[in-house]
């Protein structure tokens, strides 16, 4: 296994997906402190959907796999990581939490849908990466008649 960090190979064209991973390890890893040591918020919201506290360490370890995996080149499966995870604490906010969590002003609500977008054009964008690499991989050799047969169809 060849784990890479991200920066091993940076190109100015990788910005497109490296940002997005940056700003998904930031947010995930900033929330971390808060759920492992127990503070008043996160056990609060725990007790609200009646996980805590083996749900919190859970998640919190959880979210560290991601974190770390985004700053790998196996950043794939942190996105997808993260991409679940944030997608059932949103749910539980529709659900259960609501929008404003302990007149937090709606942060952790902001903080999870951008996570959400961040994360899914991560996906996208290996999956469209992937593509092209197949499909840069065909040949296609056609002489003028042939073109302009297809075209005309």
Known sequence: ??????????????LI???????????LAQTLPFKFSGAEESVWIFEQIG??????YL??????CATLLLLTNYYIFGAIISLSIISAANFLHFTKLGFIVNDDGG?????SIIVIFCS???VLYWNM????????SFELEWDEEEEEEFLKD
Request: a positive charge; aromatic letters at 12%.
């Open 17 to 27: 997906h490296i940002i997005p991973r940056i700003i998904v390890a930031i947010i």
């Open 107 to 111: 942060t952790l609500f902001v903080l």
């Open 129 to 136: 990466r992937r593509v092209d690499q197949k499909v840069s």
């Open 59 to 64: 998640i919190a370890s959880i979210e560290t």
């Open 51 to 56: 996980w805590e506290p083996w749900g919190r």
């Open 1 to 14: 296994m060849n784990i890479k960090p991200i920066f091993h190979s940076f190109e100015t064209r990788d």
């Open 120 to 122: 899914l054009w991560i």
